[in-house]
């Protein structure tokens, strides 16, 4: 995925109020713009970070800039939320991720669950349905190890339980932690941060649902998905 128009670099001053961030352009200018995540973002948000921004060139914006990398641990990490599912589907196209690129049909954001939307469903007329739910992942606190979450995600607790149920129901049901930074050869779950989500995660495992990792490549120029990689919690049950 081509960054088009290409990002701007920045120096991030502060983010603040979940959906702001302040930052100065290399030109000297101080801009105020708009933070495509609104989660907690533990360890990006260091002021005197280098940063990357996307200028918005239509005029029904308020904020025309928008934070999408940020600079930490000598390396960049996306924090647009709105890229893993694009991401994801890349990979699949890629073969990435097991046989889910062979699958006749691919929808987005299906209703589904308890008044939920699965991020890709998959159907088939000989292997049936595969339920993808995506989730993002830039956070880091061990040399070479992602986590997530970064915070309490009571929502990402009710999907890895609705995945199981589809599971039992005898669907495929998988769950995708797209890793937005590339200095990372494993994913682990933060049980400390939110055990409810470990043990629903712990739940989901023994009731059929599938997990994987992918890592991606980011440059200022572009971010790709680039090798799966494996999630020290999967035993069982990673993606085939």
């Known amino acids: 995925m081509?960054?088009?128009?290409?990002?701007?670099?920045?120096?991030?001053?502060?983010?603040?109020?979940?959906?702001?961030?302040?930052?100065?352009?290399?030109?000297?200018?101080?801009?105020?713009?708009s933070c495509p995540n609104t989660g907690s973002m533990r360890g990006l948000t260091e002021p005197g970070s280098k940063c990357f921004l996307t200028l918005h060139s239509t005029a029904t914006r308020k904020y025309a800039y928008a934070l999408e990398l940020v600079a930490s641990d000598n390396t960049l990490v996306g924090i647009n939320t709105g890229r893993p599912n694009r991401l994801v589907e890349e990979a699949i196209d890629k073969g990435l991720i097991g046989t889910l690129g062979t699958y006749a049909i691919r929808r987005r954001e299906q209703k589904y669950g308890n008044n939920s939307?699965?991020?890709?469903?998959?159907e088939d007329p000989d292997k049936g349905l595969a339920y993808v739910e995506v989730k993002n992942v830039h956070f880091r606190r061990s040399e070479g190890l992602a986590e997530f979450p970064d915070s309490v995600t009571t929502r990402g607790a009710k999907h890895l339980d609705e995945l199981g149920d589809m599971a039992e129901a005898g669907h495929r049901a998988i769950m995708v932690y797209?890793?937005?930074?590339?200095?990372?050869?494993?994913?682990?779950?933060?049980?400390?941060?939110?055990?409810?989500?470990?043990?629903?995660?712990?739940?989901?495992?023994?009731?059929?649902?599938?997990?994987?990792a992918i890592r991606c490549n980011i440059t200022p120029e572009q971010i790709s998905a680039e090798t799966m990689v494996p999630v020290e919690e999967t035993r069982l049950n990673s993606v085939l």
Do not use: H, N, W
């Open 117 to 122: 939307r699965i991020d890709i469903l998959l």
């Open 2 to 33: 081509i960054f088009d128009p290409p990002l701007i670099p920045a120096t991030l001053i502060r983010r603040y109020k979940r959906f702001l961030f302040d930052a100065k352009l290399d030109t000297g200018e101080l801009i105020t713009g």
């Open 178 to 212: 797209l890793i937005q930074r590339g200095d990372v050869d494993r994913l682990s779950l933060c049980r400390d941060l939110d055990p409810a989500y470990a043990a629903a995660f712990d739940r989901a495992m023994t009731r059929g649902v599938e997990a994987c």
